[in-house]
Structures are given as C-alpha cells and as structure tokens.
C-alpha cells in the first residue's frame, strides 16, 4: 500500500450523532450472518499486514427513503458482530458531506458512499463493501466498472462517482479506484448483494 495514501478507516464526513440504544438484533439478523460468511471469506476483516493495521468492510441495509443501518466505525475486524456493532443513519447530504446518525457506535467512514448508492435506486436495500485484491486488480477484466483513481474513500467526490456508476452501469458491482482493494455490491437483497461478490471472487481466482 502507498505510505501516501489515506488510511482506510478514517471518517472524513462531517458527523451529527446522537447516542441511542441499539435496534432490535432481529432487524439485522439476515444482514449479519452474510456478513459472518464474508468475514471466513477474508473479504472483510483486519490484517496487521494491510491497510496500516486498521480494519475493513462494511455493511448495510435500507431503513427508509433517506435512513439506512450501517456497521459502525472499525468492527471489521470482529468475527462476528451484534445489534450494538451497527448505527441507524437517519439523514445525509452527499454535496454538504454530512451524515447524521444515531445508536450505539457511529457509523463506517464509507457511510456517505452507501447512502450515494440508496440514493441513486430504490430498488436498492442492501450495499457491501470489502477488500478484495483478487477482484479490485481483475475489475476490468471481470467487466466491473471503476472509480477515478485519483478519487479518495470517504469523500463526497467517491459518493458522487458511485452513485453515478450504479445508474449508468447497472453493474451490481463497481470497484473503488482511488481506494487499494475497494469493492462495493448492492442488490435488492442481502443475498443478492453477497452473491454477486461471491461470483466475481470466483471468476477473479478462475
């Protein structure tokens, strides 16, 4: 990885977070367990080796037109988490980089990125995203679009550039240029999100 490059991990959106209890584990009961397969996957995790140490992968579901839970900030690295590992983002504005979230933990620093995603389909309720080296470097190859590179994680530049590709590619998977190992995937449901994952990991290890 670049020295040079932004560490995964760090919130760079402006944040308005309110402290509250967290969401009935129920509501991210499906959402989890794929999440769990995606971690034994290595697609999501911590490597001491990578990424300066710092932990990556997220996941989140729809919640509403504008609301959508998310894995909160560095739980990544957790084998399995629970109800108090997500927080509820009730609001946000891509141009004004701005989240406003509520729960037990604040959000992933890619939540401005998953809320680019909901806004651009409503069809949408469920977005990925990992780290795949085998993936991320055969993108072009497996047919995945790709973000600028010299476009950053985290920033409202990265949101807008993904939203973009969900509506022009109508691939349901894009790889993040400008962020080493990057890949986001939505779908109309977790499973079909995991699953295009799944697909492209294995015709990227064929």
């Given amino acids: 990885m670049d020295p040079n490059q932004d560490k995964e991990g760090v919130i760079k959106y402006r ?19 794929w999440r769990t397969i995606l971690y034994r996957l290595r697609l999501t995790g911590l490597d001491p080796r990578r990424y300066g140490g710092l932990a990556y992968g997220n996941a989140s579901i729809r919640q509403g037109p504008a609301a959508f839970l998310i894995s909160g900030t560095q739980t990544g690295g957790h084998p399995r988490i629970s109800a108090e590992h997500y927080s509820l983002v009730t609001g946000f504005d891509l141009e004004q980089n701005l989240i406003i ?3 037990p933990i604040a959000p992933s620093s890619e939540a401005l990125t998953h809320a680019a995603v909901y806004r651009s389909e409503n069809g949408i309720e469920c977005v990925l995203h990992v780290h795949s080296p085998e993936i991320w470097e055969k993108a072009e190859t497996l047919g995945i679009p790709v973000t600028d590179p010299k476009v950053g994680y985290g920033t409202p530049e990265m949101a807008l550039e993904v939203g973009h590709l969900v509506l022009d590619s109508k691939n349901p998977v894009i790889a993040m240029g400008g962020h080493e190992d990057g890949i986001i995937a939505f779908g109309g449901t977790v499973e079909e999100a995991a699953a295009s994952l799944i697909r492209n990991l294995a015709k990227a290890l064929a």
Wanted: proline content about 5%; hydrophobic content about 60%; aromatic content about 4%.
């Fill in 101 to 103: 979230a509520q729960g």
């Fill in 15 to 33: 944040l308005n977070f309110t402290a509250a209890p967290a969401v009935d584990h129920v509501v991210i009961a499906e959402l989890n367990a």
